[in-house]
C-alpha cells in the first residue's frame, strides 16, 4: 500500500493541472501554511484575504515541500526547475481535488452544523469514533470555503469514518460546501438568534442550516434537536431535500436519542439516556447541559455510523474542551488560587448563556466570587443590544458576582445590571484588561467570553502571565 495521500498524477487528473519540475512520485498531505508545512506535503498558494499564497512558495519548497500548486498567471515567477502544478485557479483546484477525495472514499461520513456547538460535537465525535476505527476530521474550525475542501483533500482513502464541520455566516453558503462533502449523516445541533445582522429572523436563519439537507446521500439521516424551536421546520425541509429517515435528540419523549436524567456537575456530566432503543448510562467529560444534549446527537451519529453504542458512550468521558471553549486553568493568586475558564473562542447568545450556567455551576472557595468578563457579540443586527441586555437574566439566575463588560454592545447589558454585580467597564477589551488583572483573588472562578471581532483572548493570556498555574484537574477524566 502506497504511504502518499495523492500521488502527483492522481492530483494533476483531478485538479486538471499541468506538471512542471521534477515532480516526485507522491505527496504525504496538504498544506496552505507555508510555516507549519512538513516535508513531503503539497503546498497551496491560496490567495487569502490578507495575503497572497504565491509570495510564499519558494519557502514552502525551501522548507521541505514535495510540490506547490499555483495559478497559471503567477506560474513564470518561479524557477524552471520549481516543482509545481500549475492550474487557473488555486482554490477552484482544491475544491476539484476534494471532490476528487470524496468519490474514492468509502467512509460512512458525517457532517455536523448548527448555530451553537458545531465544533464541541465534531470533536466529541472525533474521539468516539476514532477509539473504533481509522477516522479522518475537519482540524480546528475548518469549516468553510476553503476549509471543507482542505478537509476533504486531506482525507485519506481508506479511512472507516469522516467527519465534517459547515458553518456559515449567510444564506446560500452552506449548500455547495455539503455537496462536496456528501454526507450519509446530517447533523444540526440548534438553531438559535446568531448571525442576525445578515437574516431577517431565526426563521430564516434554520433555512440556511436546512441547506446540509442538500447534500445528504440517498437513504442517508437527518438527525435533529427535538428541542429546539424550529425541529418541525427543520424536520419538513429534510423531507422535501429528499432525506429518507429523521432521528432527534433531546429531553422531549418522543426523541429517539431521548434524555431521561442527568447530574450536572463542575466540569463534567452524568447522562441517563435511551438511544435508539438503548437504555445507557455514561459520563460526558464537558460541563453544561447543552454540552450533555449534543452528546446524545454524538451517540445516535456514531451508533447510525456502525460504531459500537456502549463503546462509545464510555470514550465521550475521555472527551475535554477545545481551546477557547471552557478550557479551565487553575492560577496561583495570593493565598491560594482562582479558576479561569476561557471560553474567548466565539460568543452569541445561546453559547454566552450556556457559558454562564457552567460558571454557576462551577465551584469556588471561601471568599471567592463567580465572576463573569464579557466582550461584545457581534453580528445581531439591530437586536443587538436587546440580547445584550438580556443576558442580566443568566446573570442573576446563576448567582453571577461581579460582571466586567467592554465593548460598545455590551454596555447594553452594563447599564441592565444592578449597581452591586457591576465589576468594571472599558470601550474594548485592552483597556479592561488591567481591571480584570487586579480583582482576582483567591477562591474565585473567572469566565472570559467574547466574539472573536471582541479579541478577549489577551485577557486570558494576561491573566495566565500574572497568576502562573495549571490546567485543572479534569475530574472526568479520573
Known amino acids: 500500500m502506497s504511504d502518499f495521500l495523492w500521488t502527483s498524477a492522481a492530483m494533476a487528473e483531478a485538479m486538471g493541472a499541468e506538471m512542471h519540475g521534477d515532480l516526485p512520485a507522491g505527496v504525504t498531505g496538504i498544506s496552505i501554511d507555508s510555516r507549519t508545512i512538513k516535508p513531503g506535503e ?15 512558495v519558494d519557502a514552502a519548497l525551501k522548507n521541505g515541500a514535495a510540490l506547490a500548486v499555483v495559478e497559471a498567471a503567477q506560474c513564470e515567477d518561479f524557477g524552471a526547475d520549481a516543482r509545481l502544478l500549475v492550474v487557473d485557479d488555486v482554490l477552484e483546484g482544491l475544491v476539484a481535488l476534494g471532490i476528487a477525495a470524496r468519490t474514492r472514499l ?12 458545531k465544533t464541541s460535537t465534531k470533536e466529541a465525535l472525533l474521539r468516539v469514533l476514532s477509539a473504533q476505527g481509522p477516522t479522518h476530521a ?34 446560500g453558503e452552506i449548500e455547495p460546501l455539503v455537496k462536496m462533502v456528501r454526507p450519509h449523516y446530517a447533523v444540526i445541533t440548534t438553531v438559535e438568534p446568531v448571525h442576525l445582522e445578515f437574516f431577517s429572523g431565526i426563521e430564516a436563519i434554520a433555512d440556511a442550516k436546512a441547506e446540509i439537507f442538500l447534500g445528504v446521500e440517498p437513504d442517508g439521516v437527518a438527525i435533529l434537536n427535538r428541542d429546539n424551536h424550529q425541529f418541525a421546520r427543520l424536520e419538513k425541509s429534510a423531507k422535501k431535500a429528499g432525506v ?54 454524538v451517540l445516535a451519529a456514531a451508533s447510525l455510523m456502525g460504531a459500537d453504542l456502549a463503546h462509545a458512550a464510555l470514550t465521550l468521558s475521555q472527551v475535554v474542551p477545545a481551546e477557547g471553549r471552557g478550557v479551565r486553568q487553575i492560577l496561583e493568586v495570593a493565598g491560594g488560587e482562582a479558576l479561569l475558564i476561557d471560553e474567548t473562542f466565539n460568543a452569541n447568545p445561546a453559547s454566552t448563556s450556556a457559558a454562564l450556567n457552567v460558571l454557576g455551576a462551577a465551584a469556588i472557595g471561601g471568599q471567592g466570587r463567580r465572576i463573569a468578563v464579557l466582550g461584545d457579540m457581534l453580528e445581531l443586527g439591530p437586536r443587538g443590544g436587546e440580547l445584550h441586555a438580556g443576558l442580566q437574566e443568566a446573570v442573576t439566575s446563576n448567582a453571577i458576582d461581579l460582571v466586567f463588560c467592554c465593548g460598545p454592545l455590551m454596555r447594553n447589558l452594563w447599564d441592565a445590571l444592578p ?31 467574547g466574539s472573536k471581532g471582541s479579541k478577549m483572548g489577551p485577557i486570558v493570556a494576561a491573566l495566565t502571565k500574572r497568576f502562573p498555574g495549571n490546567a485543572a484537574r479534569d475530574d472526568a477524566a479520573e
Open 42 to 56: 503539497a503546498y497551496f498558494a491560496i490567495t487569502g484575504d490578507v495575503h497572497d499564497g504565491h509570495k510564499f
Open 106 to 117: 468509502r467512509a460512512r461520513v458525517v457532517a455536523v452544523t448548527g448555530s451553537v456547538g
Open 138 to 171: 475537519s482540524v480546528a474550525s475548518f469549516n468553510n470555503h476553503w476549509g471543507v475542501p482542505l478537509t476533504l483533500a486531506r482525507c485519506p482513502a481508506d479511512v472507516r469514518f469522516a467527519i465534517f464541520e459547515i458553518g456559515m455566516n449567510h444564506a
Open 244 to 297: 429518507s429517515r429523521i432521528v432527534s435528540f433531546g429531553s422531549d419523549a418522543k426523541a429517539d436519542a431521548c434524555l431521561i436524567d442527568i447530574a450536572l456537575h463542575p466540569t463534567c456530566s452524568a447522562v441517563h439516556a435511551n438511544v435508539l432503543g438503548q437504555d445507557i448510562t455514561y459520563k460526558f467529560g464537558m460541563p453544561g447541559r447543552h454540552m450533555a444534549m449534543n452528546s446524545l446527537a
Open 419 to 449: 449597581s452591586g454585580k457591576r465589576g468594571g467597564y472599558a470601550g474594548d477589551a485592552k483597556a479592561l484588561e488591567s481591571q480584570v488583572v487586579s480583582a482576582i483573588r483567591a477562591g474565585d472562578a473567572v469566565l472570559v467570553k
